[in-house]
């Protein structure tokens, strides 16, 4: 086998961790956080986009054996793949945040009681809990998808007025799934004891007969939500009251020991979600932030190498072991990559030149940048080889130029299906900095954009929470530093811009 051979079979993964579910697990190292998910000591995990949140989302779903030996249902409760559920509310959001809390804990004791029918539990309690929900007409057939029962879920609330509380008689639909009139026993506030006599029963009641529920069978249900910056527009009204409300909601869920909430989150949502205030933030002390350091990236990408049955036969290598020694994936490293993709004493090595290419202006590095640029790093090569081009000296796959040829496909890829795709918007003052040098002050950015200075401020402020600048400077004079990562697209000419 050559090297040719070898650049045509080897592939680093896809990306997106939804699009290689199959293969997931084969690149998987059990880490800390991992570990503490599974012992249900955290239950909120946030991370930057690309960071792997949505692979460990995956692999908990994927963990069947450990989930049956635990006693764990899990119920998603946001598409893995397609339209996200929530995304039909914002053709119709709810009025305000309490309408929309109250969708969520309607939503969750809809997938509960689902759950448990499916489960078979037949103790007094989960007759009684089956029954309130089937007499509400809030037991949804299994081959409900999860947008229509939202939609359903939804609807119920609407439909009364007041979302607050439900009174009267329901029928529904069969073949729209509408609901037609009302015959719920559903409230949302405190039962009085009018109330009570009435036979109505409060959704928190609910809450608590599901846990007596599990209690009893010795069950746990947790209740998986991902995807979330997809299912909202990014700041906005509907992203903020949607998000604030399901953390008043788990708030509300916190005092049931078997179930659970587990919401996986991107960083940069919590923080636009709590920037203004946001008390119930003093009460989630069950979360984790997902970070990634050099060890754990180099760590990821010889886990990918060895996914690869051509690249173990060509380094005649024993896979168990490298993946049991730092030391040896070092030195696999080496056999594959150049020591340098610039040469020269004070240049970086060929690991650290990748890190600082693959970051943003947080300084953070996302897995899956550093998969896409793998991947074209690849693809590059193999074109070179195929053309008929001499092949990397020694044991390396890769030549030095190669690194540089692969980089504006991240760049392009980084700005355009990342930034601008969430954050349109801003795509003008990125767009505006073509050709420009790499590093500017509030007053050079001013001029460029054509906004006084409190307005470049106020943007270069917003294109740093994003990762597009990084801040430097002083607090009363800071400078706004962009990122090897989007250089190649933007063609920026090192140095800094002038300020007159």
Same mark, same amino acid.
């Given at each position: 086998?050559?090297?040719?051979?070898?650049?045509?079979?080897?592939?680093?993964?896809?990306?997106?961790?939804?699009?290689?579910?199959?293969?997931?697990?084969?690149?998987?190292?059990?880490?800390?956080?991992?570990?503490?998910?599974?012992?249900?000591?955290?239950?909120?995990?946030?991370?930057?986009?690309?960071?792997?949140?949505?692979?460990?989302?995956?692999?908990?779903?994927?963990?069947?054996?450990?989930?049956?030996?635990?006693?764990?249902?899990?119920?998603?409760?946001?598409?893995?793949?397609?339209?996200?559920?929530?995304?039909?509310?914002?053709?119709?959001?709810?009025?305000?945040?309490?309408? &929309?809390?109250?969708?969520?804990? %309607?939503?969750?004791?809809? $997938?509960? +009681?689902?759950?448990?029918?499916?489960? *078979?539990?037949? !103790?007094?309690?989960?007759?009684?809990?089956?029954?309130?929900?089937?007499?509400?007409?809030?037991?949804?057939?299994?081959?409900?998808?999860?947008?229509?029962?939202?939609?359903?879920?939804?609807?119920?609330?609407?439909?009364?007025?007041?979302?607050?509380?439900?009174?009267?008689?329901?029928?529904?639909?069969?073949?729209?799934?509408?609901?037609?009139?009302?015959?719920?026993?559903?409230?949302?506030?405190?039962?009085?004891?009018?109330?009570?006599?009435?036979?109505?029963?409060?959704?928190?009641?609910?809450?608590?007969?599901?846990?007596?529920?599990?209690?009893?069978?010795?069950?746990?249900?947790?209740?998986?939500?991902?995807?979330?910056?997809?299912? &909202?527009?990014?700041?906005?009204? %509907?992203?903020?009251?949607? $998000?604030? +409300?399901?953390?008043?909601?788990?708030? *509300?869920?916190? !005092?049931?020991?078997?179930?659970?909430?587990?919401?996986?989150?991107?960083?940069?949502?919590?923080?636009?979600?709590?920037?203004?205030?946001?008390?119930?933030?003093?009460?989630?002390?069950?979360?984790?932030?997902?970070?990634?350091?050099?060890?754990?990236?180099?760590?990821?990408?010889?886990?990918?190498?060895?996914?690869?049955?051509?690249?173990?036969?060509?380094?005649?290598?024993?896979?168990?072991?490298?993946?049991?020694?730092?030391?040896?994936?070092?030195?696999?490293?080496?056999?594959?990559?150049?020591?340098?993709?610039?040469?020269?004493?004070?240049?970086?090595?060929?690991?650290?030149?990748?890190?600082?290419?693959?970051?943003?202006?947080?300084?953070?590095?996302?897995?899956?940048?550093?998969?896409?640029?793998?991947?074209?790093?690849?693809?590059?090569?193999?074109?070179?080889?195929?053309?008929?081009?001499?092949?990397?000296?020694?044991?390396?796959?890769?030549?030095?130029?190669?690194?540089?040829?692969?980089?504006?496909?991240?760049?392009?890829?980084?700005?355009?299906?990342?930034?601008?795709?969430?954050?349109?918007?801003?795509?003008?003052?990125?767009?505006?900095?073509?050709?420009?040098?790499?590093?500017?002050?509030?007053?050079?950015?001013?001029?460029?954009?054509?906004?006084?200075?409190?307005?470049?401020?106020?943007?270069?402020?917003?294109?740093?929470?994003?990762?597009?600048?990084?801040?430097?400077?002083?607090?009363?004079?800071?400078?706004?530093?962009?990122?090897?990562?989007?250089?190649?697209?933007?063609?920026?000419?090192?140095?800094?811009?002038?300020?007159?």
């Amino acid at each position: 086998m050559n090297k040719l051979e070898v650049l045509q079979d080897i592939s680093f993964g896809n990306q997106i961790a939804e699009e290689e579910r199959d293969v997931l697990r084969s690149y998987f190292v059990e880490t800390n956080t991992w570990r503490k998910i599974l012992r249900n000591e955290i239950d909120i995990i946030y991370g930057p986009k690309g960071s792997g949140k949505s692979a460990l989302y995956l692999l908990v779903q994927d963990n069947k054996e450990y989930l049956t030996k635990n006693k764990i249902i899990l119920v998603p409760a946001e598409n893995v793949r397609g339209d996200p559920a929530f995304k039909a509310i914002a053709l119709d959001p709810p009025a305000s945040e309490r309408e &929309f809390t109250n969708i969520w804990k %309607l939503y969750f004791l809809t $997938l509960i +009681a689902r759950a448990v029918n499916q489960n *078979d539990f037949n !103790s007094k309690i989960a007759k009684k809990f089956i029954s309130i929900m089937q007499e509400s007409n809030l037991l949804l057939s299994e081959t409900s998808t999860l947008g229509s029962i939202l939609k359903f879920v939804q609807s119920y609330i609407k439909k009364m007025g007041n979302p607050s509380a439900f009174e009267g008689s329901v029928s529904v639909g069969e073949a729209t799934g509408t609901i037609t009139g009302f015959s719920g026993r559903i409230i949302f506030e405190e039962l009085g004891e009018e109330d009570a006599k009435s036979g109505k029963v409060s959704a928190s009641e609910l809450f608590n007969m599901a846990e007596s529920v599990l209690q009893e069978a010795d069950h746990k249900i947790w209740i998986l939500l991902d995807r979330l910056d997809v299912a &909202f527009d990014e700041a906005s009204d %509907l992203e903020r009251n949607a $998000l604030r +409300a399901l953390f008043r909601a788990y708030r *509300d869920l916190r !005092s049931c020991n078997n179930l659970i909430l587990k919401i996986f989150l991107r960083t940069d949502i919590w923080e636009r979600i709590s920037d203004s205030g946001f008390r119930e933030a003093t009460h989630l002390s069950r979360d984790l932030r997902i970070k990634w350091d050099k060890n754990s990236l180099k760590n990821l990408i010889i886990r990918r190498v060895l996914g690869n049955d051509s690249v173990i036969k060509f380094y005649d290598i024993d896979k168990d072991k490298i993946l049991g020694s730092s030391d040896l994936q070092q030195d696999l490293f080496l056999k594959m990559f150049p020591d340098q993709v610039e040469v020269g004493e004070k240049q970086s090595s060929t690991f650290d030149w990748l890190i600082k290419r693959t970051a943003d202006g947080t300084g953070q590095n996302a897995p899956r940048e550093i998969i896409f640029f793998l991947n074209n790093l690849v693809e590059k090569q193999a074109q070179i080889l195929e053309r008929g081009e001499s092949e990397p000296d020694g044991t390396w796959l890769f030549d030095r130029a190669t690194f540089k040829q692969a980089l504006p496909e991240l760049s392009e890829y980084r700005i355009v299906k990342v930034l601008y795709s969430e954050y349109p918007d801003l795509k003008k003052y990125i767009e505006a900095l073509k050709t420009e040098k790499t590093e500017h002050t509030v007053l050079s950015l001013s001029k460029l954009w054509n906004v006084d200075v409190t307005q470049a401020r106020t943007i270069a402020s917003r294109l740093k929470d994003i990762g597009f600048f990084e801040e430097r400077g002083s607090r009363s004079a800071p400078s706004y530093w962009v990122p090897f990562i989007y250089r190649p697209y933007l063609n920026l000419v090192q140095g800094k811009a002038d300020d007159n």
